[in-house]
Nanobody, 125 residues
Framework: QVQLVESGGGLVQPGGSLRLSCAAS????????MGWFRQAPGKEREFVSG????????KYVDSLTGRFTISRDNAKNTVYLQMRSLKPEDTAVYYC??????????????????WGQGTQVTVSS
């Protein structure tokens, strides 16, 4: 069983930055494909970014490429999502997800076996 705990969310002004962290336990992070999703009020949970177990492959939703960066530190069992130039429409609960499979369609919610509880990100002046 894998436990995922997100942190780093909060209130930020438009144009600001935040770095989300996802700490994994119960299994070595280097064996897991990881992803970030988000869910705004009244909307479906949507894919944000994914990263392979080794970290050599990443995927972003097209609309966020260039503003968000996913990374991982397997030694610390932690995955990060660096968010820059934040906009009010980035406001959502951000979820970390993990898959035990090597070959994953990053954007597919059903590809992930484990989910965190989420961290709230609010972009507002």
């Amino acid at each position: 069983q894998v436990q995922l705990v997100e942190s780093g969310g909060g209130l930020v002004q438009p144009g600001g930055s935040l770095r989300l962290s996802c700490a994994a336990s119960g299994r070595t992070l280097s064996s897991l494909t990881m992803g970030w999703f988000r869910q705004a009020p009244g909307k479906e949970r949507e894919f944000v970014s994914g990263i392979s177990a080794s970290g050599d492959s990443t995927k972003y939703v097209d609309s966020l490429t260039g503003r968000f960066t996913i990374s991982r530190d397997n030694a610390k069992n932690t995955v990060y999502l660096q968010m820059r130039s934040l906009k009010p429409e980035d406001t959502a609960v951000y979820y970390c997800a993990a898959s035990a499979n090597t070959f994953v369609i990053y954007s597919l919610r059903s590809a992930y076996d484990y989910w965190g509880q989420g961290t709230q990100v609010t972009v507002s002046s």
